[in-house]
Nanobody, 123 residues
């Protein structure tokens, strides 16, 4: 398994930006598909964005397309989620996760999860 640690969450105003980081350790990260998910109170965990670590192919939920960007830094074994034009509806705990399968949007297909980082967007 791979260990994942998220950071970068916090409080932002609507229209603002935050950048989340997902640092990996343990097994070679490059073999996994990495996804960002979020979960708001009372709601199910939902897919936000995904990235093939080696190939760089990206995938986004419609709700964040054009506002969020997922990227990676191979040297730092870290995946980022740049979040721009934030909305109050983006408020949630954000998680990164690793899967053996590419382009997965279902949480059950991911085997390793971070502890999550809170993002709160005020109106």
């Amino acid at each position: 398994q791979v260990q994942l640690v998220e950071s970068g969450g916090g409080l932002a105003q609507a229209g603002g930006s935050l950048r989340l980081s997902c640092a990996a350790s343990g097994r070679t990260f490059s073999r996994y598909y990495v996804g960002w998910f979020r979960q708001a109170p009372g709601k199910e965990r939902e897919f936000v964005a995904g990235l093939t670590w080696s190939g760089g192919n990206t995938n986004y939920a419609d709700s964040v397309k054009g506002r969020f960007t997922i990227s990676r830094d191979n040297a730092k074994n870290t995946v980022y989620l740049q979040m721009n034009s934030l909305k109050p509806d983006d408020t949630a705990v954000y998680y990164c996760a690793a899967s053996d399968y590419t382009h997965q949007r279902i949480p059950g297909m991911y085997h390793s999860w971070g502890q999550g980082t809170q993002v709160t967007v005020s109106s």
